[in-house]
Each structure stands twice: as C-alpha cells, then as structure tokens.
C-alpha cells in the first residue's frame, strides 16, 4: 500500500524525523487557509498524488504570496499529472500540500527497502539528490551508497561514517544525518514498510538536515497489525480493478498487453505471463484467484477480465493441487456463461482429477478450447486472438 507524502511526513516526524510544516487541502480555499496558517513568507504547492516526478509535470510550485497560492492551487487542483511513474494515462490531483519553503543549500537522495537477495533492508543513498537516481545509478554508479542492515546489529557506527562521508557531511550536519537515518530505519522495520523514499533530503541555508519528500509504501500483509497506517489508503489512487479484485480475494494488476490470465498461484502467473511473451503476444494482467477459488470468485474474475477492453482473449492456466480439476471445470463453466465471454477462451487444467475436468469442459457446449499443456494454451491462445481480430 502506498500513501501520500504529507502522510508520510506525518507518520515519520513521529519518529523524530525532521520534516517541514504544512497543511493538507483539499479546495483552493483549504490551501490559502493552510498558507495563512503557515505564515510565509515563501510556500510551496504539493500535488498529493502517489508517483514520483511531480515538480517536472507541473505539480510543485514555489510561491511568495497568497496570491500566488491561490493560483497555483487552482491551475494544479483537479488537474491530470503525467511523470515517468504515472504512466500515459497520468493521474489526477485530488489534494494538495501546503508546506514553509526553506533555503537549499545542498540536495540528497536517500531511500530504504528490501534486498531480496540478502534478506535484509537495504539503504541507497547519493550526494546527487533532487534527480532521477535512476540516470545516477547508469551514469555514474560510483556516487551510489550501498548499505545492506544485520537485523541483529541494526546500523552500526561504521555504516553511519559511511552513510555522512559519502554525502560529504561533516559536524552538526553529519551528527543530524546519522540520526535521521537511524530513526527512517526504525520507522521502516516497527511499520513494517516496504519502501521509504526521499528525494531530496536537504542540508538547509541554516545548517539543518530536513526531509523535503517522502514516499512510503507498506506490506499489505501487514497491515492488520497497523490499522493507523491502514486508515491512510486513498482509494481513489488505485486501479480501480485492483480494487475491486482486492474485495474478492483476488491479485491482480493491470499491464498493457490482450491477453487476460487467470492462474491459481503467483508462480504460475508469472510462468504463464512470460510464455505468452515468448509465443509473440502480452499478457493484459496478471490475476491469481488463489488456491482455494470457488465458482464465485472465478466468475468475478473473468468480470474484471473483460472490464479490460484491451483483453483479446484468455488463458485459463489452472493446476489443481488441494482443488479438483472437476471442481475447477464446473466453476469455470459456471462462470463463464454468467460473465458472457466474448473473445476466445483458452484452458489449461493439470493435477488431481484432471481428465474428469477435461470432460466437463468438453461436455459443456461451450466454445471453450481445450490445452495439453502450458506450451499448447500459449500457442493455441495467441493464434485465436489473432484469428478472432481477423
């Protein structure tokens, strides 16, 4: 789950994380109130939205009168944001952050998250903050910090001098730097976050270090033990499918190709998705109705499927383990004559009693066609699409 950066400062200052004042609005009227409150003299208008990249698009401005916010906040309020995080299709600015401006001396670039590979959280951070750290990590790798944290040591004081003498600070700044680290970590490891981003961390005209962005991302599967942090899910910012598959105990993301997957395992998506790319074609979501999935949730599956009119045709890839594959077929034959599928259908099933399920599916009368295989359903699923759009 991801949240909002006035959020995220929220939740972080509670930790002792040095971050700027500011308001959340949500009305151009709300954001000249939140300036007044502040009192200047310099502001900057937040776009609140969940993508990076927002001050490129328009979506950051930095004011001297409450004119001045009131303009910005009309032209960025209600307006679609696209960034290289957004996508094409960008995303519209429901509310805005108000916050002090501050003199910039120098900008940082620091973030926390998982290395999967270690199994333990990682720090990136760079004296060439404010930028995409993308372009830095290819252009010049060597100004990338890398710190991966022992859990059972957590930061040493080894890493902290590593972490100050690789920005360049010294003294006061320095001091304040170890600190900011050490309270994100805490922060990351007692929310159970995935991901804590900020771009840039500053050293101010004054000597300070401050947090001038923030972006957080949460484990889903945590959050039952932070219904604080829960609380915080802006609806409004995700696929709506996604959510509406979430509602039924479905995974499932949108992607840009035609053909729709439904699968029962998050390996086997993955499998079935890189296949199809290998057959010549893309899949238009993966979608994993899990392993105990009855008749209900494949038919709200094959719903959310074809809300997508991208979708060409489907790719059933089913193995049933703990589920039969009869069980499987009438669900599946059930489902589709409910969901009334118009594009070709491809089904694939193995596992406990899957001939049983292939006569099902053959008995149905519907145009349903069967697979041998994994390799068979990607071939035979790519060939109808394209003889269906023919």
Known sequence: MNIHEHQAKALLAKFG????????????????????????????????????????????????????????????????????????????VRRL???????????????????????????????????DIEQVAEQSPEKIIHITIDPDLGLTPEQLDTFTAGLGLEGKPAKEARKVLRSLYQAYVELDATLIEVNPLVLTGDGHIVLLDAKMSFDDNALFRHPDVAKLRDEAEEDPMERKAKEHGLSYIKLSGEIGCMVNGAGLAMATMDIIKLKGSAPANFLDVGGGADTETVTEAFKIILSDAAVKGILVNIFGGIMRCDVIAEGIIAAAKEAH??????????????????????????????????????????????GWQN
């Open 17 to 92: 994380v040095p971050v700027l004042k500011g308001g959340v609005a949500f009305s151009v009227d709300e954001a000249v109130k939140a300036a007044e409150n502040l009192g200047g003299p310099v502001w900057v208008v937040k776009a609140q939205i969940h993508a990076g990249g927002r001050g490129k698009a328009g979506g950051v401005k930095v004011v001297k009168s409450l004119d001045e916010v009131r303009k910005s906040a009309g032209e960025i309020l209600g307006k679609t944001l696209v960034t290289n995080q957004t996508g094409p299709e960008g995303k519209v």
């Open 341 to 386: 599928i118009h594009v070709p259908l491809v089904v694939r099933l193995a596992g406990t009693n899957v001939e049983k399920g292939r006569e099902i599916l053959a008995g149905s009368g519907l145009n349903i066609i069967p697979a041998d295989d994994l390799n068979d359903a990607a071939e035979k699923v790519v060939a109808a699409v394209k």
């Open 97 to 131: 952050y108000i916050e002090d401006g501050c003199q910039i001396a120098k900008e940082f670039y620091m973030s926390l998250l998982l290395d999967r590979s270690l199994g333990r959280v990682a720090v990136l951070a760079s004296a060439e903050g404010g930028v």
